[in-house]
């Protein structure tokens, strides 16, 4: 499973930016889809996540600024990034987990793109 993202690149604060990721996979076969941020010297973190359910969740820093969505049809997974702040700068990463069961126990398939660069700099 291959994820591909794009979109990333250098903004100003208050600007926005879209980024988009896109499956080998049908979309529609993950439980969860998600991106994380990391910088330097620091641990990914989760920004937000999509549930095949359709519940979403956020890192609560980018809550009202931040959406994210899925497109099963086109198999890509978008975030939506608007009012971007300099402390958003970060390698955004795309993410996608669906689980399996043999027998009794069950089995994590976890997923993750390259990185896009995400620069807030005036």
């Known amino acids: 499973v291959q994820l591909e993202e794009s979109g990333g690149g250098l903004v100003q604060p208050g600007g926005s930016l879209t980024l988009s990721c896109t499956t080998s996979r049908s979309l529609g076969t993950f439980d969860t889809v998600a991106w994380y941020r990391q910088t330097p010297g620091n641990q990914r973190e989760l920004v937000a996540s999509n549930a095949r359910s359709g519940s979403t969740d956020y890192l609560y820093s980018v809550r009202g600024r931040f959406t994210i969505s899925r497109d099963n049809a086109k198999n890509t997974v978008y975030l939506q990034m608007n009012s971007l702040k300099p402390e958003d700068t970060a390698v955004y990463y795309c993410?996608?987990?669906?689980?399996?069961?043999?027998?009794?126990?069950?089995?994590?398939?976890?997923?993750w793109g390259q990185g896009t660069q995400v620069t807030v700099s005036s």
């Open positions: 993410n996608a987990v669906y689980w399996t069961n043999k027998g009794w126990q069950r089995y994590k398939n976890e997923y």
